[in-house]
T-cell receptor, first 116, second 108 residues
């Protein structure tokens, strides 16, 4: 149980295009989902927290207009990187929490974004 | 911001116990200690968590000092598949701030 998937696993796009990454909780309802970014040889950096049906809360320094997060259902959150540039190339990881157990987070496998 | 400090890297011989330390001297009374690990290019994997008592599960043991200012993750019999970056996180709510972690290399 408690499986989180991400799609796509790897995406390559041209500079200036927008890319959507999906995060799904496969066997539980995720009241809260989190998005992280990880640059090579660095740690995970929390970008934003989203609760189902409400606007995401972004961490300081993360541009909300650049990284659009939608959490429209209890099993799906999407992160859209708008007008992507090479510096947005990174490993994007989501996690999900059902809220049933204290502070549990189940992580997805990550999506590697390469912007040319 | 991360509230933990860990050594950047450690080696461990295969079959031996791996003891990974973590300092969290500013931990608050309601914050738990969590351990996750990340194998290259994968999402983090939950290992164990605790508040103040020592904890054990099928993967590892967690030893938390009485003052809760530090903890140690113990992998009792390390295997090559345990090679990963291990993250120690303290959190009260559901927002995790990852530190730099410890890169554990298990040597044959």
């Amino acid at each position: 149980g408690a499986v989180v998937s991400q799609h796509p696993s790897w995406v390559i796009c041209k500079s200036g295009t927008s890319v959507k990454i999906e995060c799904r909780s496969l066997d539980f309802q995720a009241t809260t989902m989190f998005w992280y970014r990880q640059f090579p040889k660095q740690s995970l950096m929390l970008m934003a927290t989203s609760n189902e049906g409400s606007k995401a809360t972004y961490e300081q320094g993360v541009e909300k207009d650049k990284f659009l997060i939608n959490h429209a259902s209890l099993t799906l959150s999407t992160l859209t990187v708008t007008s992507a540039h090479p510096e947005d190339s990174s490993f994007y990881i989501c996690s999900a929490s059902s809220g049933r157990a204290l502070n549990e987070q189940f992580f997805g496998p990550g999506t590697r974004l390469t912007v040319l | 911001d991360a509230k933990t400090t860990q050594p950047p890297s450690m080696d461990c011989a295969e079959g031996r116990a791996a003891n990974l330390p973590c300092n969290h001297s500013t931990i608050s009374g309601n914050e738990y200690v969590y351990w996750y690990r990340q194998i290259h290019s994968q999402g983090p994997q939950y290992i164990i968590h605790g508040l103040k008592n020592n904890e054990t599960n099928e993967m590892a043991s967690l030893i938390i000092t009485e003052d809760r200012k530090s903890s140690t993750l113990i992998l009792p019999h390390a295997t090559l598949r345990d090679t990963a970056v291990y993250y120690c996180i303290v959190a009260a709510g559901n927002q995790f701030y990852f530190g730099t972690g410890t890169s554990l290399t298990v040597i044959p």
